[in-house]
């Protein structure tokens, strides 16, 4: 389970020391866990938290005296909440784990160890959201099966539950064709008793081999017999359930009043998308839950492929909207070219294939899909009026145990076709549960390459978004979010390639490009008669770089732009673990004029003790803040406090992620002094906004 790139863990840290309590926070987010700590004092404010605040991990430190390790675990214990506890001690020998063991302690770390402090951690945090996921899933089943009991009452198709051959649930249309008035007429009632005696042996054979667990066929004809011995000409569908939690086929008879041939021509279209006469999303869906299953059993192996064309939205511009059947058609066809005699494939979305190939190890596969790629990069895609030239962009997944779930297969496939899109396409990737590391590595190794030939090329670009003022005469002032451009002019969004930009040693070249870009858009916005201040994110990294100051200075001498318009922004947190670092940086961009902030300000255990140390002009609420504003008393709280505190000690505030008018209110009568949000106004690569 991947945590901590887009989800908060909410800490809650048991000890006396606030330092060492925001050390670790600190360290916590080093690693790459995005953390929202907390720190109770006394007794009564643990309490307060436990009953007010969600939590997800409790670190104590054993030689906590303001609130005792025992006292903690009581009120955990006493509050009902499912809050793993993580002790923290100095020294560790066998009888102090058992200790901690007996008192219901999940894990013990030391106070030295980091790196055990943070495999713990995850370990933990991934432990609880598995077991809050089951908890969901658990209620959502029972939910989908309420739902789904009062559908099939209210269906007009005749389902019926069996278990052993015995039927344990029917709906009044079953009971109906048959002509029993009630289902205590039917129940305990075997299903070959509603069968013709010529079909009897067949049918029992088709029952002991479902019993045994393999797949039933997708029709069964056959003769049923009513409650008075009247028979009529059938077919039943089986698909295999569960009924109050347990096993049990599920039944699905129709009364077959066509020719036989005509029928199974019309069940045939039923599955079929008509445009490319592969099988249809629902068909496949079926389908890929039987491989799924199998693999989970252990009982096969499969792989699975998402393909979809390269670049289509200019595809359809060049042959026309129109024309967009034949499009697909023209690419279902082709793919159809490369696959085998027992592939399966289907149309599963708009503009995108499926292909499932039984018995199909991680080489075969792979070799599926680079047939399916070559295919299309080496022919010309024909339609009725066009030649065209297509690619594709394929993501697979080598179905198994370690991935026996179709929302894993789908996702992880899903996310393998887009990765393989944002580089340009034309290329596949191929999803191994037992061999993630590979295919981990040639996935870095494909977005290096990128990001350095982005660098190399220009290939980055600015888009701005307007920061509103909440008092006072409005200024111009923009927000500027990087983004890369992709082969064919896509925008590719930072977190697709800043963590590995950070992990290669590629942050300082492109806080060098950013800074470097907004003096050149500050200078032509002054040549424009414009003072526009913009502010841009630069890593920490740059911190450490004594020649970012020399190419500001020389950028702005360049493009004769006010440094005073340049605001460069830090998150806290790099902050407070880089103090002097970023002490010495501030006072060298403060000899040019230009201004340092603060974003995700408000995150720490105590964000204004860093104040008194460095001198920002801006603080930029961490987005948390945000979520469900109106309706969050203690966020609401906690705003109006930084605001109160940053209006006595000098920097200007702001509020970014605005989702509504409420929140607008909330944040007009703290007195923040900015805001900025999609609510307000969306960023874009013009400086275009209206102010005043």
Not at 22 to 50: K, M, Q
Request: net charge negative.
């Amino acid at each position: 389970m991947q945590l901590g790139k887009d989800k908060t863990l909410r800490l809650m840290i048991v000890d006396d020391s606030v330092d060492d309590a925001e050390a670790i926070a600190n360290t916590l987010r080093n690693s790459g866990i995005a953390v929202r700590p907390s720190r109770p004092e006394t007794a009564d404010a643990l309490a307060g938290l436990l009953a007010t605040q969600p939590m997800d991990l409790l670190l104590v430190a054993r030689s906590s005296q303001a609130i005792p390790l025992e006292q903690v675990v009581a009120q955990v214990g006493s509050s009902g909440k499912d809050l793993p506890m993580v002790a923290m001690v100095e020294t560790m020998d066998a009888e102090q784990m058992l200790q901690m063991s007996n008192l219901g302690i999940h894990a013990t770390v030391l106070r030295d160890q980091p790196a055990h402090m943070e495999a713990v951690i995850r370990r933990e945090w991934s432990d609880l959201e598995a077991r809050r996921a089951l908890r969901r899933l658990e209620s959502q089943v029972r939910e989908t099966e309420r739902r789904c009991d009062a559908l099939i009452d209210s269906s007009r198709d005749p389902i019926a539950y069996v278990h052993e051959g015995m039927h344990i649930r029917a709906n009044s249309a079953y009971l109906e064709i048959f002509g029993f008035e009630s289902f205590e007429d039917i129940e305990g009632m075997s299903l070959l008793d509603l069968i013709a005696p010529q079909h009897i042996d067949e049918f029992r054979d088709l029952l002991k081999r479902l019993g045994k667990g393999e797949a039933p066929p997708p029709r069964h004809e056959i003769e049923a017999r009513t409650l008075d011995g009247t028979g009529f000409p059938a077919v039943m569908e089986f698909t295999s359930a569960s009924y109050e939690g347990e096993a049990c086929q599920q039944v699905v008879l129709r009364r077959q009043e066509l020719d036989p041939e005509l029928a199974r021509e019309v069940e045939e279209l039923r599955h079929r998308d008509q445009v490319t006469g592969l099988l249809n999303r629902a068909s496949f869906l079926r389908t890929l839950e039987d491989a799924v299953t199998d693999a989970a059993r252990d009982a096969g192996r499969q792989g699975f492929l998402l393909v979809e064309p390269d670049h289509y939205a200019h595809l359809l511009q060049d042959i026309g909207l129109d024309a967009a059947d034949e499009l697909i058609a023209a690419c279902a066809k082709r793919l159809q070219s490369a696959l085998g005699e027992n592939d399966i494939a289907a149309r599963f979305g708009e503009h995108q294939f499926a292909v499932l190939r039984p018995d199909s190890d991680y080489h075969d596969t792979t070799a599926l899909a680079e047939s399916i790629r070559a295919a299309f990069a080496n022919h010309v895609l024909e339609t009725e009026a066009h030649s065209l030239t297509a690619t594709v962009s394929i993501g697979g997944v080598q179905i198994g145990q370690k991935i026996a779930s179709v929302t894993e297969v789908l996702g992880k496939a899903h996310e393998t076709v887009q990765a393989n899109l944002a580089v340009g396409g034309n290329r596949i990737d191929i999803f191994d549960p037992g061999a993630v590391d590979r295919a981990e590595q040639e996935r870095i190794e494909a977005w290096v390459t990128r990001i350095r030939d982005a660098i190399d090329g220009d290939r980055f670009t600015l888009h701005y978004q307007p920061l509103i003022g909440l008092h006072g005469e409005p200024i111009e002032i923009y927000d500027a979010y990087l983004r890369m451009l992709g082969e064919h002019g896509e925008l590719v969004p930072p977190p697709a390639f800043l963590p590995i930009a950070e992990e290669h040693g590629l942050l300082w070249e492109i806080d060098r490009w950013v800074v470097g870009k907004a003096i050149d858009a500050i200078g032509a916005r002054m040549k424009a008669g414009h003072r526009t201040t913009l502010m841009v994110r630069i890593s920490e990294v740059s911190l450490q770089d004594d020649s970012l100051a020399q190419h500001v200075a020389e950028r702005l001498a360049k493009f004769e732009a006010d440094g005073a318009l340049l605001v460069l922004q830090l998150p806290e947190s790099k902050v407070f673990t880089h103090l002097k670092a970023a002490k010495d940086f501030q006072q060298q961009m403060a000899r040019l004029g230009v201004r340092v902030g603060l974003e995700q300000f408000g995150s720490g255990l105590n964000s204004f003790q860093l104040l008194s140390h460095f001198d920002a002009a801006f603080l930029k609420l961490d987005r948390s803040y945000m979520e469900d504003l109106p309706a969050n008393p203690e966020y609401q709280a906690r705003i109006r406090e930084i605001a109160a505190k940053a209006r006595e000690t000098g920097p200007q505030t702001i509020a970014e992620f605005v989702q509504d008018a409420a929140s607008m209110s909330v944040l007009f009568a703290a007195g923040i002094d900015y805001a900025q949000g999609q609510f307000l106004a969306a960023a874009g690569p013009e400086m275009d906004y209206t102010f005043g």
